[in-house]
């Protein structure tokens, strides 16, 4: 069985090819376009996880700079007395 990768074009013979080749060659683009809406779609899920983790430290990581902020201004209170 042919595959496109199989069927060369050349330009310089043109002989149409024949329809069941065409019609291949239109499957296989068929699914690889569909391998790669599904290859996308993963990706698009695995950056969405990532970006709600960055999200989620981004929060915890100001959190903590308060909790810093805090301690240091009692920290600085303690030294005072």
């Given at each position: 069985?042919?595959?496109?990768s199989?069927?060369?074009?050349n330009?310089s013979s043109?002989a149409p090819?024949?329809?069941?080749?065409?019609?291949r060659?239109?499957?296989?683009k068929?699914?690889?376009?569909?391998d790669?809406?599904?290859?996308l779609?993963?990706?698009e899920?695995?950056?969405?996880?990532?970006?709600?983790?960055?999200?989620?430290r981004?929060?915890?990581n100001?959190e903590?700079?308060?909790h810093?902020l805090?301690?240091?201004?009692q920290l600085?209170?303690?030294?005072?007395?």
């Amino acid at each position: 069985m042919k595959t496109a990768s199989d069927i060369h074009l050349n330009p310089s013979s043109p002989a149409p090819l024949p329809a069941a080749d065409l019609l291949r060659i239109l499957e296989e683009k068929d699914h690889l376009l569909a391998d790669q809406e599904v290859r996308l779609s993963n990706q698009e899920a695995e950056l969405a996880k990532q970006q709600a983790l960055l999200k989620e430290r981004e929060t915890l990581n100001a959190e903590l700079r308060k909790h810093i902020l805090l301690l240091e201004e009692q920290l600085r209170l303690a030294r005072l007395r």
